[in-house]
C-alpha cells in the first residue's frame, strides 16, 4: 500500500491498516473504518447519501444486536421450560433471521477492508474480524440446522456492534486531539472574499493573483499575503510567527495569509499568487510531515505485517487444543469456537497502530500552531534523543544587522572604499552585507569611483567567504581576510593592526589589493542567552560554529556562556567540524539561517532553521523556527522528549496489553465480547494518553526572562581557529 496519505478525517498517516473508499465520486484514505464512518456522519453537507446510510447502518444494526441480546440472555436464563421448552427452537432461527442482516449491515465494510487488503497481498485487522464473526455465525447457522442449542448469534452481533461503536467513538477522540491542526490545513481549502469594481465574489485562494483586491471582515482569517490599501486593524500572526501580541495593521503596511484580522475591516491587495502564500506553503509541509512515517512507525507496520499471521495461527492453535480436550463432538466444536474467536477478537491491534503516529500529529499540531514547522515524527524522536547542539552566530544568535563600529582606509578615501563595499552587498542578502548596505545608502557618496555605478554587476557570492566582481571597471572583492587570502591579494598589515578586537572584520578593495576596513558588532538578541543556559540545564551540550574571526567568535562565546566555540569555518568546514564533535560525542542538532548553513544543516542529526532563514536553510532543516522564534527551542525540546516517553509508554501498554490479552484469550478465561469491549478500550486509553502529552505550556510567555543583551567581552587569549573561551 501506498502510505504517503494521510487520512481524511483524522489526518493521521494511513499506515498499513488504512484504506481506500469512494464517496461521491472522490477516493478518500482513511487510517481505520472507524475514521470512514465519522467522516461520513459529519460530512452530510457534502456526503449525504453515505452518511445516511452511515447512520442508518449503525441504527438498524443497533436495534438488531440489542434484540438479539434479549432473546439470548432468556435462552441463557432458562427462560423456555416445561411447557414452553418447544419455544428455544423458534428463538434459535428468529436469532438467526435478526443476525443476519445485522452481519451484512455492519460487516460490509469490514469484509471490504478485508478483501481490499487480501488483493494488496496482506492481512489486516479487518481480517481478525472477518474470520471471527464469520465463524460464530457460520457455526451457530449449522447448529441450529442440526437442532442444537450451541448456537453464539450474540457473540457475532456484539463483536460487530461494538467494534463499530470502539471504531467511531476512538475516531472522535482522534479528531478531537487533532483538531489544533486545522488552521495549517485549511489553506488548501481557504476561500476569499474577492472584490472586482462592486462587485464582491468568493473565489478558491489558490485561483487568486497578484494585484486583486480582497476584503477581510473582523475575526476572519487573512487568506493572502499582501499590503493593506484601506481600513486599520490589528492582525493575531501567532499561527506564522508565534507572536502572541496582535500587529497594527495601517494603509500600507503587510499582512500574511493565516493570521486573524482583528475588530475593523481590512481592504487587501494580494502581492504574490495565492497559491504561494507562506501560509498555503506551511500548510502543505505540515501535510507531507503528517505523512512522513517516523521510525518507530516503520516498526510498527513491520510488527502487524508479522503479528497478524501469528495471531491467526494462534487462534487455529488455541480452537485445536482446547477442541481436542472436550469429551463430545459438540462439547468440542463449542469449546474451539469460544477460544479462537476470543483469540481472533483481542488481538486487533488498533492500539499499536495509534501508539505512536497519533502521538506525533498532535504535537506537530502544537508546534504548527506557534508557527514551528517539524517535518515528520522522525525529527521529534532524533531531537529528543540529542545530546549537544551547535548554532551559527550571525543572524542566528545576533540581531537582524550589525553595528557599524568603524572604518578605516589604505590608499583610498573612505567614500571610495564604501561607495564599492555598498555596490557589491547590494547582491547579498547575508546581514553583514545588509549592514554594509545601508551604511553605504546613508553615506550617499556616489562617484568618487571612477565609472562606477551604483550597483554592482555580476557579482559572485563565495559562500562564507565573501563577495567579488565588476564596480564600474575595476574587478572588486569584499569579504573576510581568509577570503583575500584565497584571492592572493595583499593585504596591507596596517590595515589588521588597528581593527578593533571582538568586532566582525570585513576587508574591501580591488585591483588587486584591500584598500579598507569594516568593522562591525553583532551582539546577541535579549534572548539568546536563556535560551543557551535552558539548553545547558535540560543537559545538553553547546558550541558555536560560525566563519567569522576568532576575536568576535571569541566574543560571543564569552558572553553567552558557551564553553566550545569554532570560528573561521566555511560551509564544509562547519560539516566537518559537526561530523567529528558527533563522533564523540553523539547526535547533535545544528541551528543556522544563512545560505552557507545549507549543508551543515542538512548533515546534522537535526538541522533546525531560525529566522528570516534563506530557502536553501529552510529545505535543508527537520525544523523550521518562526521569526522570533529561538525562544521556543527549550520548549520544543521538552515536547520532543515527553513525546518520545508516551511513545515509548503507549508502545508498552500495547504490547503488553495484547500480550496478556492474548494468553487469557488462548487460556480460555476470556469470553469474545469481554475481548472485544477490552480493545475498545485500549485503544481510547492511547488516544487519550497522548492527548495529555500534548498539553503542554504555551512556550512564549516568561520564556526570555529579564537577561539584557550585553557588548562581547574582549578575549583573553585566541587559539588558532578554535578553543575554549575564556
Same mark, same amino acid.
Given at each position: 500500500?501506498?502510505?504517503?496519505?494521510?487520512?481524511?478525517?483524522?489526518?493521521?498517516?494511513?499506515?498499513?491498516?488504512?484504506?481506500?473508499?469512494?464517496?461521491?465520486?472522490?477516493?478518500?484514505?482513511?487510517?481505520?473504518? @472507524?475514521?470512514?464512518?465519522?467522516?461520513?456522519?459529519?460530512?452530510?453537507?457534502?456526503?449525504?447519501?453515505?452518511?445516511?446510510?452511515?447512520?442508518?447502518?449503525?441504527?438498524?444494526?443497533?436495534?438488531?444486536?440489542?434484540?438479539?441480546?434479549?432473546?439470548?440472555?432468556?435462552?441463557?436464563?432458562?427462560?423456555?421450560?416445561?411447557?414452553?421448552?418447544?419455544?428455544?427452537?423458534?428463538?434459535?432461527?428468529?436469532?438467526?433471521?435478526?443476525?443476519?442482516?445485522?452481519?451484512?449491515?455492519?460487516?460490509?465494510?469490514?469484509?471490504?477492508?478485508?478483501?481490499?487488503?487480501?488483493?494488496?497481498?496482506? $492481512?489486516?485487522?479487518?481480517?481478525?474480524?472477518? %474470520?471471527?464473526?464469520?465463524?460464530?455465525?457460520?457455526?451457530?447457522?449449522?447448529?441450529? =440446522?442440526?437442532?442444537?442449542?450451541?448456537?453464539?448469534?450474540?457473540?457475532?452481533?456484539?463483536?460487530?456492534?461494538?467494534?463499530?461503536?470502539?471504531?467511531?467513538?476512538?475516531?472522535?477522540?482522534?479528531?478531537?486531539?487533532?483538531?489544533?491542526?486545522?488552521?495549517? #490545513?485549511?489553506?488548501?481549502?481557504?476561500?476569499?472574499?474577492?472584490?472586482?469594481?462592486?462587485?464582491?465574489?468568493?473565489?478558491?485562494?489558490?485561483?487568486?493573483?497578484?494585484?486583486?483586491?480582497?476584503?477581510?471582515?473582523? @475575526?476572519?482569517?487573512?487568506?493572502?499575503?499582501?499590503?493593506?490599501?484601506?481600513?486599520? /486593524?490589528?492582525?493575531?500572526?501567532?499561527?506564522?510567527?508565534?507572536?502572541?501580541?496582535?500587529?497594527?495593521?495601517?494603509?500600507?503596511?503587510?499582512?500574511?495569509?493565516? /493570521?486573524?484580522?482583528?475588530?475593523?475591516?481590512?481592504?487587501?491587495? &494580494?502581492?504574490?499568487?495565492?497559491?504561494?502564500?507562506?501560509?498555503?506553503?506551511?500548510?502543505?509541509?505540515?501535510?507531507?510531515?503528517?505523512?512522513?512515517?517516523?521510525?518507530?512507525?516503520?516498526?510498527?507496520?513491520?510488527?502487524?505485517?508479522?503479528? %497478524?499471521?501469528?495471531?491467526?495461527?494462534?487462534?487455529?492453535?488455541?480452537?485445536?487444543?482446547?477442541?481436542?480436550?472436550?469429551?463430545?463432538?459438540?462439547?468440542?466444536?463449542?469449546?474451539?469456537?469460544?477460544?479462537?474467536?476470543?483469540?481472533?477478537?483481542?488481538?486487533?491491534?488498533?492500539?499499536?497502530?495509534?501508539?505512536?503516529?497519533?502521538?506525533?500529529?498532535?504535537?506537530?499540531?502544537?508546534?504548527?500552531?506557534?508557527?514551528?514547522?517539524?517535518? !515528520?515524527?522522525?525529527? #521529534?524522536?532524533? #531531537?529528543?534523543?540529542?545530546?549537544?547542539?551547535?548554532?551559527?552566530?550571525?543572524?542566528?544568535?545576533?540581531?537582524? %544587522?550589525?553595528?557599524?563600529?568603524?572604518?578605516? &582606509?589604505?590608499?583610498?578615501?573612505?567614500?571610495?572604499?564604501?561607495?564599492?563595499?555598498?555596490?557589491?552587498?547590494?547582491?547579498?542578502?547575508?546581514?553583514?552585507?545588509?549592514?554594509?548596505?545601508?551604511?553605504?545608502?546613508?553615506?550617499?557618496?556616489?562617484?568618487?569611483?571612477?565609472?562606477?555605478?551604483?550597483?554592482?554587476?555580476?557579482?559572485?557570492?563565495?559562500?562564507?567567504?565573501?563577495?567579488?566582481?565588476?564596480?564600474?571597471?575595476?574587478?572588486?572583492?569584499?569579504?573576510?581576510?581568509?577570503?583575500?587570502?584565497?584571492?592572493?591579494?595583499?593585504?596591507?598589515?596596517?590595515?589588521?593592526?588597528?581593527?578593533?578586537?571582538?568586532?566582525?572584520?570585513?576587508?574591501?578593495?580591488?585591483?588587486?589589493?584591500?584598500?579598507? =576596513?569594516?568593522?562591525?558588532?553583532?551582539?546577541?538578541?535579549?534572548?539568546?542567552?536563556?535560551?543557551?543556559?535552558?539548553?545547558?540545564?535540560?543537559? $545538553?551540550?553547546?558550541?558555536?560554529?560560525?566563519?567569522?574571526?576568532?576575536?568576535?567568535?571569541?566574543?560571543?562565546?564569552?558572553?553567552?556562556?558557551?564553553?566550545?566555540?569554532?570560528?573561521?569555518?566555511?560551509?564544509?568546514?562547519?560539516?566537518?567540524?559537526?561530523?567529528?564533535?558527533?563522533?564523540?560525542?553523539?547526535?547533535?542538532?545544528?541551528?543556522?539561517?544563512?545560505?552557507?548553513?545549507?549543508?551543515?544543516?542538512?548533515?546534522?542529526?537535526?538541522?533546525?532553521?531560525?529566522?528570516?532563514?534563506?530557502?536553501?536553510?529552510?529545505?535543508?532543516?527537520?525544523?523550521?523556527?518562526?521569526?522570533?522564534?529561538?525562544?521556543?527551542?527549550?520548549?520544543?525540546?521538552?515536547?520532543?522528549?515527553?513525546?518520545?516517553?508516551?511513545?515509548?509508554?503507549?508502545?508498552?501498554?500495547?504490547? @503488553?496489553?495484547?500480550?496478556?490479552?492474548?494468553?487469557?484469550?488462548?487460556?480460555?478465561?476470556?469470553?469474545?465480547?469481554?475481548?472485544?469491549?477490552?480493545? !475498545?478500550?485500549?485503544?481510547?486509553?492511547?488516544?487519550?494518553?497522548?492527548?495529555?502529552?500534548?498539553?503542554?505550556?504555551?512556550?512564549?510567555? @516568561?520564556?526570555?526572562?529579564?537577561?539584557?543583551?550585553?557588548?562581547?567581552?574582549?578575549? &583573553?587569549?585566541?587559539?588558532?581557529?578554535?578553543?575554549?573561551?575564556?
Amino acid at each position: 500500500m501506498d502510505t504517503s496519505h494521510t487520512c481524511s478525517h483524522c489526518q493521521l498517516p494511513v499506515g498499513r491498516l488504512g484504506q481506500r473508499r469512494e464517496l461521491d465520486g472522490a477516493a478518500h484514505w482513511f487510517c481505520c473504518y @472507524g475514521c470512514c464512518l465519522a467522516y461520513q456522519v459529519h460530512h452530510g453537507e457534502h456526503e449525504e447519501p453515505q452518511a445516511a446510510a452511515a447512520l442508518i447502518r449503525l441504527g438498524v444494526g443497533g436495534f438488531l444486536a440489542m434484540n438479539v441480546m434479549l432473546f439470548s440472555w432468556l435462552l441463557y436464563a432458562d427462560a423456555f421450560t416445561g411447557d414452553e421448552a418447544w419455544l428455544r427452537g423458534p428463538v434459535h432461527w428468529l436469532l438467526w433471521v435478526l443476525a443476519t442482516p445485522l452481519v451484512l449491515l455492519l460487516g460490509r465494510p469490514f469484509a471490504e477492508g478485508a478483501w481490499q487488503a487480501a488483493r494488496q497481498g496482506r $492481512l489486516s485487522t479487518d481480517t481478525l474480524v472477518c %474470520i471471527g464473526v464469520l465463524a460464530a455465525y457460520c457455526y451457530s447457522g449449522w447448529q441450529v =440446522l442440526r437442532g442444537s442449542e450451541l448456537v453464539y448469534f450474540d457473540t457475532a452481533a456484539m463483536v460487530l456492534l461494538l467494534f463499530t461503536l470502539g471504531r467511531l467513538l476512538e475516531a472522535q477522540v482522534r479528531v478531537r486531539t487533532a483538531r489544533r491542526l486545522a488552521p495549517m #490545513l485549511a489553506a488548501a481549502r481557504a476561500e476569499a472574499r474577492v472584490v472586482d469594481g462592486g462587485t464582491e465574489s468568493w473565489r478558491p485562494v489558490v485561483a487568486i493573483g497578484p494585484g486583486e483586491l480582497v476584503r477581510i471582515l473582523p @475575526g476572519e482569517r487573512v487568506p493572502v499575503d499582501g499590503i493593506v490599501v484601506d481600513g486599520r /486593524s490589528e492582525c493575531d500572526e501567532a499561527v506564522l510567527t508565534g507572536q502572541s501580541e496582535p500587529q497594527f495593521k495601517p494603509p500600507g503596511a503587510l499582512v500574511h495569509a493565516g /493570521s486573524i484580522n482583528g475588530s475593523r475591516p481590512l481592504l487587501v491587495r &494580494a502581492t504574490v499568487p495565492g497559491s504561494r502564500t507562506r501560509w498555503q506553503q506551511i500548510g502543505r509541509q505540515v501535510r507531507e510531515a503528517l505523512a512522513r512515517k517516523s521510525l518507530a512507525g516503520d516498526t510498527i507496520d513491520r510488527i502487524i505485517a508479522v503479528f %497478524i499471521p501469528g495471531v491467526l495461527a494462534l487462534a487455529a492453535a488455541s480452537a485445536w487444543f482446547w477442541g481436542s480436550r472436550a469429551g463430545d463432538l459438540a462439547q468440542a466444536a463449542d469449546a474451539a469456537m469460544l477460544a479462537g474467536l476470543a483469540v481472533l477478537v483481542v488481538a486487533c491491534p488498533c492500539s499499536l497502530g495509534l501508539a505512536a503516529p497519533l502521538t506525533h500529529a498532535l504535537a506537530i499540531g502544537q508546534a504548527a500552531q506557534r508557527g514551528i514547522l517539524v517535518r !515528520g515524527g522522525d525529527a #521529534l524522536e532524533r #531531537l529528543a534523543r540529542l545530546r549537544g547542539i551547535a548554532f551559527d552566530k550571525t543572524g542566528t544568535l545576533t540581531a537582524d %544587522i550589525p553595528h557599524p563600529v568603524g572604518m578605516q &582606509a589604505e590608499g583610498a578615501s573612505p567614500a571610495q572604499v564604501l561607495e564599492v563595499a555598498g555596490a557589491l552587498a547590494r547582491a547579498s542578502d547575508h546581514p553583514v552585507a545588509r549592514a554594509i548596505a545601508m551604511m553605504a545608502r546613508a553615506a550617499g557618496t556616489p562617484g568618487t569611483v571612477p565609472s562606477a555605478t551604483p550597483a554592482s554587476g555580476e557579482v559572485e557570492t563565495s559562500t562564507g567567504e565573501g563577495l567579488s566582481g565588476q564596480v564600474g571597471d575595476r574587478h572588486c572583492a569584499m569579504g573576510s581576510p581568509a577570503f583575500f587570502g584565497t584571492l592572493g591579494w595583499h593585504v596591507p598589515p596596517a590595515l589588521l593592526a588597528t581593527a578593533p578586537l571582538g568586532c566582525t572584520l570585513v576587508l574591501v578593495g580591488w585591483a588587486g589589493q584591500a584598500h579598507g =576596513l569594516i568593522a562591525l558588532r553583532t551582539l546577541p538578541m535579549p534572548e539568546v542567552r536563556d535560551v543557551i543556559g535552558a539548553m545547558q540545564r535540560q543537559g $545538553l551540550r553547546t558550541r558555536l560554529l560560525s566563519g567569522d574571526n576568532p576575536h568576535a567568535v571569541a566574543a560571543m562565546a564569552s558572553a553567552l556562556q558557551i564553553a566550545e566555540w569554532q570560528a573561521a569555518l566555511l560551509p564544509q568546514d562547519k560539516v566537518r567540524a559537526l561530523r567529528d564533535w558527533a563522533a564523540g560525542t553523539g547526535p547533535v542538532a545544528m541551528v543556522g539561517d544563512g545560505l552557507n548553513d545549507g549543508p551543515v544543516l542538512a548533515a546534522a542529526s537535526v538541522g533546525i532553521a531560525v529566522g528570516n532563514a534563506s530557502d536553501l536553510a529552510r529545505e535543508s532543516a527537520d525544523i523550521v523556527l518562526p521569526r522570533t522564534g529561538l525562544a521556543s527551542l527549550p520548549w520544543l525540546l521538552r515536547q520532543a522528549r515527553t513525546v518520545h516517553r508516551t511513545v515509548r509508554a503507549n508502545l508498552a501498554w500495547a504490547f @503488553g496489553y495484547n500480550a496478556i490479552a492474548l494468553a487469557l484469550a488462548a487460556s480460555g478465561l476470556l469470553q469474545p465480547v469481554l475481548a472485544a469491549v477490552l480493545m !475498545g478500550g485500549s485503544s481510547i486509553l492511547v488516544a487519550m494518553r497522548s492527548w495529555r502529552a500534548s498539553a503542554m505550556a504555551d512556550p512564549y510567555p @516568561g520564556t526570555t526572562g529579564s537577561a539584557a543583551s550585553t557588548a562581547p567581552a574582549r578575549p &583573553a587569549a585566541l587559539p588558532s581557529g578554535h578553543g575554549v573561551a575564556p
